[in-house]
């Protein structure tokens, strides 16, 4: 028995950075975030009776230090007591470098380890499912643009906006594909013991998510590019502020940021979010897409850039 998924990475607009409940996984507070179309993770999963324990094939190459949150992610849905397998996972991006690699991993193994159940879940609880998982991967469940809420038990994720009702684009610069040094679970539990900016961080959360929601609702992006980089900026602080600190930006970064600021004075929509990592997204209207595709590209120290409209949430491509 297989089945095979694809899940897509997301990322956020308004950030998760901090944890509730580390047992549960349980974000501290809520998050809204883009799913993306072109960047995606295929994950087979076989029922393999002949394996004494499971085994983890990433583009190819055998991935053991990665295996147990995924084993432990196909445990929460077939339970322990399940059969080993063999998990066969591919993405066509660089993993663990602030690109939500976990994010489209573990959207895609709970949709992929479901399908091997009698018992179908609903996309709600395979959201929780991913989410205790990472926190992150909650959201990739589901399409276009999505809200994670935070309730006292779980994890309430909906999507606000269809990818095709707001074609915005998003331009990533790649500029380094190091793998990051400190996870991003473990630097924000850091951040919540050390950062002195830390209850501020998430006392004005609920405003920036009432805000970046409706600019969603009216399509205002000027709105929504304002709060997004204004709450990216407030949680790269809190990073800083940690102790030891956790910063993850390259001098290229910077230069990313500076870039999309030159061409907002210029008059093209567009904004920036970066997450935990070196990679600066730059989430633009479709028609200039183009334009700033090509601004990235020509910044001090950008490797390569990758450019895709928003997608769907995780599905199912193939199962018996
Ligand atoms: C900066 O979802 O990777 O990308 O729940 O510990 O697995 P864990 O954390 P993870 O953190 C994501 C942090 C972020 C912001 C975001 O995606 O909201």
Not at 155 to 167: K, S
Not at 247 to 271: A, D, K, N, Q
């Amino acid at each position: 028995m297989q089945s095979t998924a694809r899940a897509h990475p997301n990322i956020a607009l308004i950030k998760y950075w901090g944890k509730r409940n580390t047992e549960l996984n349980l974000p501290a507070a809520g998050s809204i975030s883009i799913t993306l179309a072109e960047l995606s993770t295929d994950m087979s999963i076989e029922i393999r009776e002949d394996l004494d324990s499971d085994q983890l094939t990433l583009n190819g190459a055998r991935a053991d230090d990665l295996l147990p949150r995924l084993s432990n992610c196909v445990d929460s849905v077939l339970g322990r007591e399940r059969p080993r397998v063999d998990i066969r996972s591919s993405s066509n991006f660089p993993v663990a470098a602030g690109l939500a690699s976990s994010a489209s991993a573990f959207a895609a193994c709970v949709v992929a380890a479901d399908a091997l159940d009698d018992q179908p879940r609903t996309r709600a609880e395979l959201a929780n499912l991913a989410g205790r998982a990472s926190g992150s991967a909650a959201r990739s469940l589901y399409g276009g643009f999505v809200e994670l809420e935070n309730e006292p038990s779980s994890v309430v994720v909906r999507n606000l906006l269809d990818a095709g009702d707001w074609p915005l684009e998003v331009v990533v610069a790649v500029t380094s594909e190091a793998r990051k040094t400190v996870g991003s679970g473990e630097a924000m539990e850091l951040s919540r013991k050390t950062s002195p900016f830390y209850a501020q961080w998430l006392e004005q959360q609920p405003d920036d998510l009432d805000t970046a929601r409706t600019a969603v609702a009216e399509r205002d992006f000027a709105r929504l590019g304002d709060v997004a980089e204004h709450n990216c900026l407030k949680m790269h602080s809190v990073m800083w502020s940690t102790r030891p600190p956790m910063v993850y930006w390259t001098r290229s970064t910077i230069g990313c940021m500076e870039t999309v600021r030159e061409l907002r004075r210029g008059g093209v929509p567009v904004f920036f979010t970066i997450d935990a990592g070196p990679q600066v997204k730059a989430v633009c209207m479709a028609a200039a897409a183009e334009q700033v595709e090509r601004a990235l590209s020509a910044t001090d120290g950008v490797l390569r850039t990758l450019r895709t409209p928003l997608g769907e949430g995780a599905r199912l491509l193939e199962g018996d």
